[in-house]
């Protein structure tokens, strides 16, 4: 007599082993998109990099400052997407806000003169990048921050910086933040050490070889 379905036995037994290649698959995907975001951003800032050049060829070789709304300086003038200015994989607007999440500045390069400024560090000195209102005094927060991006929200004037700032970069593509720098190049950074001061505990890329947050001149 020919035998119809599957026991409940082989229907487990089949279950258990998709389950299996599930558990298998899906860290390699979630890699894959992470990968994914991480070029994305990196593309991102690749090409802010190059509205910047643009900007600084109309204005003398300076750049805006971080307290003039720089992102609006770009966009549209010289930025045709607006979803450049951010990281797609961060979120795009907190909770009820109207404005966006952007990339941030670092407040030692704001407003210079990038082109003909005579700056010796362009190669290592940080222009923008992906960063968050991230220290605490908590050490545990500190750090849960700076890999996910939690913490304060920040309008489009926002910046980033070492210790003894606010904002400091977000290393949320595998622990690393993905940075903009002087020279046009764009790179991915490590968290280094905390730094402690004040009761406060950040993550700011603190003596990481290569790494420069002040122009040299």
């Given amino acids: 007599m020919k035998r119809k379905g599957f026991t409940l036995i082989e229907l ?34 690749k090409q802010v990099g190059l509205a910047f050049h643009m900007y600084a060829n109309d204005w003398d070789g300076l750049i805006p400052a971080y307290n003039t709304y720089w992102h609006s300086r770009l966009h549209p003038a010289y ?19 109207t404005y966006w999440f952007y990339y941030c500045m670092n407040i030692g390069a704001s407003g ?20 968050y209102h991230t220290y605490s005094t908590d050490p545990a927060t500190a750090y849960n921050n700076a890999i996910n991006g939690l913490g304060s929200n920040y309008d489009d004037n926002c ?11 977000v290393y949320r593509h595998n622990k690393q933040a993905n940075m903009l720098f002087l020279d046009g190049h764009v790179d991915s950074i490590p968290m280094g050490d905390v730094y402690v001061t004040g009761g406060q505990y950040h993550y700011c890329s603190y003596n990481v070889s290569g790494i420069d947050w002040s122009p040299t001149y």
């Fill in 12 to 45: 487990l037994v089949v279950i258990a082993i998709i389950a299996i290649l599930a558990a298998m698959l899906f860290p390699a995907l979630n890699k894959a998109r992470q990968n994914a975001m991480k070029a994305s951003c990196l593309s991102n800032l």
């Fill in 79 to 97: 930025l045709n997407n607006r979803e450049v200015l951010r990281c797609s994989f961060g979120p795009k607007k907190a909770p009820g806000a």
């Fill in 112 to 131: 210079v003169k990038l082109l003909g400024g005579g700056i010796r560090n362009m190669s290592t000195c940080i222009l923008v990048g992906d960063g």
């Fill in 159 to 169: 910046y980033m910086g070492r210790y003894g700032y606010a904002y400091h970069p």
